[in-house]
Every structure is written in structure tokens, then in C-alpha cells.
């Protein structure tokens, strides 16, 4: 019996350490094999799947790799190359890709043309870049997709819109937003929600329905769009079909997200004694019997329902691991004459904050049709439903900056020595105010956040429709 034991505990010793050996940071730094520079942002991506990282500054990346898989490093004007790490050192050199000049670009202001003709300041994302990044909307995929374009995520809250920025900010008062163009037609962007719940105005388009995005940062972009085009001008192309035979696609991805390195705060011992020692150097502290001068007041502990003292950490009541799950499903093709692409999107996505939550149920139809040698036409709409879901304000929307009812700042001045729930379970209230519960003569004017969260809704929905048709003649020449 002994033996049977021994051997039991040796086999999963070695099968913990076999488990182990599964998966090896590989650590290293990119560079341009022409100067030999190290190259910053380059993706670096395990092959086939969408764990990835990009190099920093100084061109080094780190990256965990189950074992036998290879990893793919790209970065724009560079050729991809897939390398098999030999050990956990790995260094890389990119070569220089001429082909990229070949490739067929949007400019807005003269049709479709290669980037060895273009002579303005154009950046190419493909759309497939785009759709293997595990985000709900095109303009997050943006960043560090294309040189001289920022991207900067203003909030945790979810479907909120991106800051972009061309070639830095360009005004002081006035938006530096550029101009979006999807599919010849001029977009509006920016948050149309008007609510403690956001609303993307582009979060309608699903990044597997782009083929590709073009970014046009210089003057030669107002040649067409005039002064609207002053922040720069991102054009957007949706996918059509193409020829052969029908091709049905599925692609589906589950993610998750949490907060991390939130400020570590007091717990109600420390907080209890730092705020009696304050009321001693003021003067103020005083537990017996109040007098004329001086009124009874102190900071003290008290207990629970099940005889436990209180001791609140107000992060667990705001901050959650919030799940994300996105699915589409597409179908296209072509032949001599018509073409189609149609997909159907159902995208859901709850926030690190309690109550915040985002949905999608968006479809995409494009059609082009040759009637003739001489006669085109086509269509495309594109519908999506989406609702956006908050039951407080988070204080990082616009407007509501420094609200002290904004959870990311209630967790921070609310007392830990005080329960949001009285012995009884009900909420603990004092007015439109928290209890103060065993601290006496404080006090406290924040609100109790958690019937706020249980009860309160500020929600929005978002109807969207986006369609055009054309009907094209070409001259008999």
C-alpha cells in the first residue's frame, strides 16, 4: 500500500513538472536587418492563436510560448517572418518589404491607387490585422497599427469612444478628432449616448466586416473633404465577396478583464486609529461624556451580524472581472457578374464596474452587380442594435470628471469601518447619506454606492442604420 502511495505522488511530481515545461517566456529584441536599429511596436503574436505583446521602446519583447508553437513578428514597411524559438533568448531581424509598395490603397481623392504612385502621407491596415485583436470596435485595433496615429482608451467603461489623434493634438479648444469615412459616406464618431452609460457612434461596425483602413495625414486630404479633413481623414473599407465558390465563415472569442494595481488603501483598524489620532492633534477626540466645548466624537469599530468587526473593502462592492464574448458569422462569394458578402454580429461585454454593460446585434449586407458592359450597380446596409448598460456614474465620462459619487472615486473616501449593510440587511443609510454606524458625531456625506448599484439604472439604446446604394453608367467609348 506505501509503495502504491509513493509511486502515486511521484507520478504527479513528474506530470506537475511535465504541465511546467509546457510554457517558456522567450524574451529578445527586434531589429531592422538593413541598419540593425532595434524596431519599437513590432507585434509579436504565438502562431495561430491571439496571444501577443508588441516590443517596447527599446525593441525587446517578452512573451509566454507553449511548447512547439512558433511566433509571427510583423510591423509595417517590414516582411512578417515566423520564427521557432530554440531556447528562451530569441532575436529577430526584419527585412525590409518592397511589395508593400505594390499594394492597392484607398486615398478618397482620386480612387484606388498603389503605394508607389501615392505621393501624400498614407497609412495601410489590413483588415485581417484588425479582426485578430480581441477588441469591440475598429478604432481600439487601430493602435500601434499605423505610425503617427494615437490611440488612447479615456476610460474602463465599456463602448467608449477612443481619443484619436493625427500627427498630435492640432487645437486647443476644438476637437482633434479626425474625420471617418466608411465606405464613401462620412460617419459622425465621438459618444451620442448622453447618459452615465456611453455610446460609441461607430461601435456599430463589427472589425470582421473591414477590409481595410487607410489614415490620410497630410494637407493633400482636404483636396476633397476641405476643412473637416484638417485632423486627418480615416477611410474605411468593408469587406465584398470574391470570386469562387461560397465561402461561410465562423469566428468566435471569449475574453476577460479585470482592474489591476488599484491603490492600496487603509483597512478599518488602520483607518479606526489614523482618524482618531487626528481628532487628538486637533483636539477634537473625546469618548466620554460631551460638554459644552467638547462634544463626544471618535472613529470606532463595530461588529457585524455574525459578531465579526466590520472591515469594508469598498473595491469588491465596484470592481468585478468583467467577460467578454464575440461572435460572427459570414457568408460571400462572386461570379462574373455579382457579388455579396453578408454577416450577422452578436457581440456582449460586461465592464470592470458593477452594472456596466455593452450589446451588439449588427448585420452587414454589400452587393455589386455588372448588368452590362456597360452598367453597374450595388448596394450596402448595415443595421445594428446596441445597448449600453450603467447603474452609476463612473466619473470618467465627460462631464461627470471629479464627481465624488463616480465609483472610481467612491471606493477611495468611503470609511471601511462602515458596512453598506446594517445587521438586519438593509441598506445603511442617513438621508441621501451613508451611516455612520459605531463612529459617533462624524460626518460622512457620501452616499451608500450599493443601492445606487442595485437599484439605479442609466441606460441608453442605439438604433443604427447605414446604407447606400449606386447605379453607375459607363460611356460607350
Same mark, same amino acid.
Given at each position: 500500500?506505501k509503495?502504491?502511495?509513493l509511486n502515486?505522488?511521484?507520478?504527479?511530481?513528474?506530470?506537475?513538472?511535465h504541465?511546467y515545461?509546457?510554457?517558456r517566456?522567450?524574451?529578445?529584441?527586434v531589429?531592422?536587418k538593413d541598419?540593425g536599429k532595434?524596431l519599437?511596436g513590432v507585434?509579436v503574436?504565438v502562431?495561430?492563436t491571439r496571444?501577443?505583446?508588441q516590443?517596447?521602446p527599446d525593441?525587446t519583447f517578452s512573451?509566454?510560448v507553449?511548447?512547439g508553437q512558433?511566433?509571427?513578428?510583423?510591423?509595417?514597411?517590414f516582411?512578417?517572418q515566423t520564427?521557432?524559438?530554440?531556447?528562451e533568448?530569441?532575436n529577430v531581424?526584419l527585412v525590409?518589404s518592397a511589395?508593400?509598395l505594390?499594394?492597392?490603397v484607398?486615398t478618397?481623392?482620386g480612387?484606388p491607387?498603389?503605394?508607389r504612385?501615392?505621393?501624400?502621407?498614407?497609412s495601410?491596415?489590413k483588415?485581417k490585422d484588425l479582426? =485578430?485583436q480581441?477588441?469591440?470596435?475598429f478604432?481600439?485595433?487601430?493602435?500601434?497599427?499605423?505610425?503617427?496615429?494615437?490611440?488612447?482608451?479615456?476610460?474602463g467603461v465599456v463602448?467608449?469612444?477612443?481619443?484619436?489623434?493625427?500627427?498630435?493634438?492640432n487645437?486647443?479648444n476644438l476637437s482633434?478628432q479626425p474625420?471617418?469615412?466608411?465606405? /464613401?459616406i462620412?460617419?459622425i464618431?465621438?459618444?451620442v449616448?448622453?447618459?452615465n452609460s456611453? /455610446?460609441?457612434?461607430l461601435?456599430?461596425?463589427?472589425?470582421?466586416?473591414?477590409?481595410s483602413?487607410?489614415i490620410l495625414k497630410d494637407?493633400?486630404?482636404?483636396a476633397i473633404?476641405?476643412s473637416?479633413?484638417?485632423n486627418?481623414?480615416?477611410?474605411v473599407?468593408?469587406?465584398?465577396?470574391?470570386?469562387g465558390k461560397?465561402l461561410?465563415?465562423?469566428d468566435?472569442?471569449i475574453?476577460s478583464a479585470?482592474a489591476?494595481?488599484?491603490?492600496k488603501i487603509?483597512?478599518?483598524?488602520?483607518?479606526?486609529?489614523?482618524k482618531n =489620532?487626528?481628532l487628538r492633534?486637533?483636539?477634537?477626540y473625546?469618548t466620554?461624556a460631551?460638554?459644552?466645548?467638547?462634544p463626544?466624537r471618535?472613529y470606532?469599530?463595530?461588529?457585524?451580524?455574525?459578531?465579526?468587526?466590520?472591515?469594508?473593502n469598498w473595491n469588491?462592492?465596484?470592481?468585478?472581472t468583467?467577460?467578454?464574448?464575440?461572435?460572427?458569422?459570414?457568408m460571400?462569394?462572386?461570379n462574373e457578374?455579382t457579388?455579396?458578402?453578408l454577416?450577422a454580429?452578436?457581440s456582449?461585454?460586461?465592464?470592470?464596474?458593477?452594472?456596466?454593460?455593452?450589446g451588439?446585434?449588427?448585420?452587414?449586407?454589400?452587393?455589386d452587380?455588372?448588368a452590362?458592359k456597360y452598367v453597374t450597380?450595388?448596394?450596402?446596409?448595415?443595421?445594428?442594435?446596441e445597448?449600453?448598460y450603467?447603474?452609476?456614474s463612473t466619473g470618467?465620462?465627460?462631464g461627470?470628471?471629479y464627481?465624488?459619487?463616480?465609483?472610481?472615486?467612491?471606493?477611495?473616501?468611503?470609511?471601511?469601518?462602515i458596512s453598506?449593510?446594517?445587521?438586519?440587511?438593509?441598506?445603511n443609510?442617513?438621508g441621501s447619506?451613508i451611516?455612520?454606524?459605531?463612529?459617533?458625531?462624524?460626518?460622512?456625506?457620501?452616499p451608500?454606492?450599493l443601492p445606487?448599484?442595485?437599484?439605479?439604472r442609466?441606460?441608453?439604446e442605439?438604433?443604427?442604420?447605414?446604407?447606400n446604394?449606386?447605379?453607375q453608367?459607363?460611356p460607350?467609348s
Amino acid at each position: 500500500m506505501k509503495q502504491k502511495l509513493l509511486n502515486f505522488v511521484l507520478g504527479l511530481l513528474l506530470l506537475g513538472s511535465h504541465a511546467y515545461a509546457q510554457t517558456r517566456t522567450v524574451t529578445g529584441t527586434v531589429t531592422g536587418k538593413d541598419d540593425g536599429k532595434t524596431l519599437p511596436g513590432v507585434s509579436v503574436v504565438v502562431q495561430g492563436t491571439r496571444t501577443g505583446t508588441q516590443t517596447g521602446p527599446d525593441g525587446t519583447f517578452s512573451i509566454k510560448v507553449p511548447a512547439g508553437q512558433s511566433l509571427v513578428f510583423s510591423f509595417i514597411g517590414f516582411t512578417s517572418q515566423t520564427v521557432k524559438p530554440g531556447d528562451e533568448r530569441l532575436n529577430v531581424a526584419l527585412v525590409g518589404s518592397a511589395s508593400a509598395l505594390n499594394e492597392v490603397v484607398v486615398t478618397g481623392y482620386g480612387g484606388p491607387t498603389t503605394k508607389r504612385d501615392n505621393v501624400g502621407s498614407l497609412s495601410s491596415v489590413k483588415g485581417k490585422d484588425l479582426s =485578430e485583436q480581441p477588441v469591440q470596435n475598429f478604432q481600439q485595433s487601430l493602435g500601434g497599427r499605423a505610425a503617427g496615429v494615437q490611440v488612447t482608451i479615456p476610460s474602463g467603461v465599456v463602448n467608449a469612444p477612443p481619443v484619436f489623434r493625427i500627427r498630435g493634438t492640432n487645437s486647443i479648444n476644438l476637437s482633434s478628432q479626425p474625420l471617418i469615412v466608411v465606405d /464613401g459616406i462620412i460617419s459622425i464618431s465621438g459618444d451620442v449616448s448622453a447618459t452615465n452609460s456611453t /455610446g460609441n457612434a461607430l461601435g456599430n461596425i463589427n472589425p470582421e466586416d473591414i477590409e481595410s483602413v487607410q489614415i490620410l495625414k497630410d494637407a493633400a486630404a482636404t483636396a476633397i473633404y476641405g476643412s473637416r479633413a484638417a485632423n486627418g481623414v480615416i477611410l474605411v473599407t468593408t469587406k465584398k465577396g470574391k470570386k469562387g465558390k461560397t465561402l461561410v465563415t465562423f469566428d468566435s472569442w471569449i475574453g476577460s478583464a479585470k482592474a489591476t494595481r488599484l491603490p492600496k488603501i487603509l483597512d478599518a483598524f488602520q483607518y479606526t486609529e489614523i482618524k482618531n =489620532e487626528a481628532l487628538r492633534n486637533a483636539g477634537l477626540y473625546n469618548t466620554g461624556a460631551a460638554t459644552s466645548t467638547a462634544p463626544t466624537r471618535f472613529y470606532a469599530l463595530s461588529n457585524d451580524a455574525n459578531g465579526n468587526p466590520i472591515n469594508t473593502n469598498w473595491n469588491d462592492y465596484v470592481y468585478r472581472t468583467g467577460v467578454t464574448t464575440n461572435n460572427t458569422v459570414s457568408m460571400s462569394g462572386a461570379n462574373e457578374t455579382t457579388s455579396y458578402y453578408l454577416s450577422a454580429n452578436y457581440s456582449k461585454q460586461k465592464g470592470i464596474l458593477q452594472g456596466n454593460e455593452y450589446g451588439r446585434r449588427s448585420i452587414l449586407a454589400n452587393v455589386d452587380h455588372a448588368a452590362s458592359k456597360y452598367v453597374t450597380m450595388g448596394g450596402k446596409i448595415n443595421y445594428s442594435n446596441e445597448r449600453n448598460y450603467a447603474s452609476a456614474s463612473t466619473g470618467s465620462v465627460s462631464g461627470t470628471a471629479y464627481g465624488t459619487e463616480g465609483l472610481g472615486r467612491i471606493v477611495l473616501v468611503l470609511p471601511p469601518n462602515i458596512s453598506p449593510y446594517n445587521n438586519d440587511g438593509s441598506y445603511n443609510l442617513n438621508g441621501s447619506a451613508i451611516g455612520t454606524q459605531g463612529n459617533t458625531n462624524i460626518g460622512v456625506t457620501y452616499p451608500n454606492i450599493l443601492p445606487i448599484l442595485d437599484l439605479n439604472r442609466s441606460n441608453n439604446e442605439l438604433q443604427h442604420i447605414a446604407s447606400n446604394v449606386y447605379f453607375q453608367v459607363k460611356p460607350a467609348s
